[in-house]
């Protein structure tokens, strides 16, 4: 890190370079998204693999928030989501890996950003392997490591209803668990009693949001504590003390969307922190300006802008970050 980085790590915000971009490289985007995708000889690539639907699905909605999928190779795509399919109902990030619902959930969703269709009996088979992952007390498990997080929650819900079987899993005890991570403060955490976080109330939110049981929160009180990651910069930020990064900018917003209060944010400071994330040479959006661009940042970053109405994008859906287009009728809000 270099020495301005420790100052910026000390005062938890960044300064924007003056030679920072200032409007949305789209091209340049599109062109980085088709590359990382297309190159699967590249170190990235090869060492992605544990993660790989998951960057499937970030490059697939980068594309269609793009209005650019047509530039992504469908049928290579889709087969090879296909093959991550395991015999217990899940997907993994790769053939061969044990199912985990992130995949799951990003496996669903690359299939209807395509528009495929998902016949029956694999959306039964589907509904049970996320029916596994619900706990005696309403949580959820990820995988077999049986960790559980407010996000697996949300990525279980939100499967459960792309796939249209929204009754499979017990949405009482879902409820309940998430109202049991609901701190003073207006925000969520991973499981009772932890610290606050943007990601979480976002999951937390969003699985409100999918069940129709938004009145169990203070809408205010929530969307205060999420106004509160705005930094001087106009990046937001995770949590208090934290340094801005561009993937809050859609966790922070896309919850601010779904309870109605996007004008809690400073959009105009906020844009001007997301543009500079954008690296004018390579294409792609980094965490923060001058850092390495990646799908990831790129996706949250377009998608957030997205939320603030840009006319060369789709219209992006803030429940499942996926465009209205391409959940048509599957769309709540
Ligand atoms: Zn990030």
Known sequence: MSFAGLLDFARKDIDIPASSPRNLLKDVHSQFIHQYQADHNSYMYIMSEHLRVSGIYWCVNAMDLSKDLEKMPSQEIIEYVKTCRNSDGGYGPAPGHDSHILHTLCAVQTLLIFGETIDSETSNEIASYVKSLQQEDGSFVGDIAGEIDTRFTMCSLATCHLINRPNTLNIQKAIEF????????????????????????????????????????????????????????????????KLPDVCYSWWVLASLAILGRLDFIDEKKMKRFIFACQDDETGGFADRPGDCADPFHTVFGIAALSLFGDETLEPVDPIFCMTKRSLGKLSIL
């Open 178 to 241: 998430i109202m049991r991570c609901y701190n003073t403060d207006g925000g969520f955490g991973t499981r009772p009693g932890s610290e606050s976080h943007a990601g979480q109330v976002y999951c937390c939110v969003g699985s409100l949001a999918i069940t129709g049981r938004l009145e169990e929160i203070n809408r205010d009180r929530t969307a205060e504590w999420l106004a509160f990651r705005q930094c001087e910069s106009g990046g937001l930020n995770g949590r208090p003390e």
